[in-house]
């Protein structure tokens, strides 16, 4: 038989032995049925009839599964009307935060001046307390024996193409004497820039007794090209600054200014903490 055996020969011996199993015909049929149904996905059911989760769907195979239809409201009258108190809280609810997120959101924008104002009056931050009359600047009585040294800085953002810097290094002053000094500015490029500028004052305990009566501070400084100006700073420190019991060792402050380019939308920062 070896040298008679060919591959048609095993097809032969399949058929016959589907032919001598009683019952092979309708099987093939209904396997043959599946097969040419459109859709048909043999190896899925085979899987859901072993987990005994399958059943054949009504209609057309494929079909998109239907919604279930929307739970009528309740014919109720009290359950209606509780439904109708939920729904009038949930849009309470939601008046409530929205009115609260605005009302961050105007907060957010309106800290940095407000904060500045307050670092002004109060002179939190380093900042030099601003809002005082002629009355109390001409009754004001020098502390002769308190002499304080006042140093001056500048800064210049590194987006501002800027020469400034004070014409003075120092000057001695003593609490209840105004004192002027000068600080000058130049723009060197071949452009109109426009500045504006901060300050904050050390040590920030001090900043409560710096007064200053005429400055150039959160104020739009336009320099057209190569232009040089003087901008002066009239001040004084409060007579009060000899009798607090903190400033006792403080015999130096220094006053510092930085100058930012200013743009449309700039936000500056808060005056202490520049």
Same mark, same amino acid.
């Given at each position: ?14 058929w =016959? ?5 009683? $019952?092979?015909? *309708?099987? /093939? #049929? ?6 040419? @149904?459109? +859709? ?11 987990? =005994? ?5 009504? $209609?057309?195979? *494929?079909? /998109? #599964? ?6 009528? @409201?309740? +014919? ?6 509780q ?16 009115? /609260? ?40 009585v ?11 800085n ?22 209840g ?5 000068f ?17 904050n ?74």
């Amino acid at each position: 038989m070896g040298g008679l055996w060919c591959p048609r020969w095993r097809f032969v011996a399949w058929w =016959g032995r589907c032919w001598s199993q009683p $019952g092979w015909w *309708g099987r /093939a #049929v209904e396997s043959a049925g599946q097969v040419l @149904r459109p +859709g048909w996905d043999g190896g899925a059911e085979r899987g859901l009839r072993r987990l =005994g989760t399958w059943q054949r769907l009504s $209609g057309a195979r *494929g079909a /998109a #599964v239907q919604q279930p239809p929307r739970r009528p @409201r309740s +014919g109720n009258p009290f359950q209606r009307a509780q439904e109708d108190e939920w729904r009038r809280r949930n849009k309470t609810v939601l008046t409530y935060v929205a009115a /609260a997120a605005v009302g961050m959101l105007g907060a957010s924008y309106a800290a940095v001046p407000l904060y500045r104002l307050y670092c002004q009056t109060t002179g939190l931050g380093g900042s030099a307390v601003a809002g005082h009359s002629s009355d109390q600047i001409e009754n004001m009585v020098p502390v002769k024996d308190r002499i304080i040294k006042v140093t001056f800085n500048a800064d210049v953002h590194a987006s501002l193409q800027w020469n400034f810097r004070p014409q003075q290094t120092e000057i001695y002053v003593v609490p209840g004497e105004t004192a002027l000094a000068f600080y000058k500015a130049k723009n060197p490029t071949d452009k109109p820039v426009i500045g504006i500028s901060t300050y904050n004052v050390v040590p920030f305990e001090a900043g409560q007794y710096f007064n200053k009566i005429q400055c150039f501070c959160f104020e739009e400084q336009r320099l057209n090209p190569q232009e040089e100006v003087d901008m002066p700073v009239f001040f004084y420190i409060d007579p009060e600054f000899a009798e607090d019991p903190r400033m006792v060792n403080v015999d130096l402050i220094t006053l510092s200014y930085t100058f930012f380019e200013a743009k449309e939308g700039h936000t500056l920062p808060v005056p202490g903490y520049n």
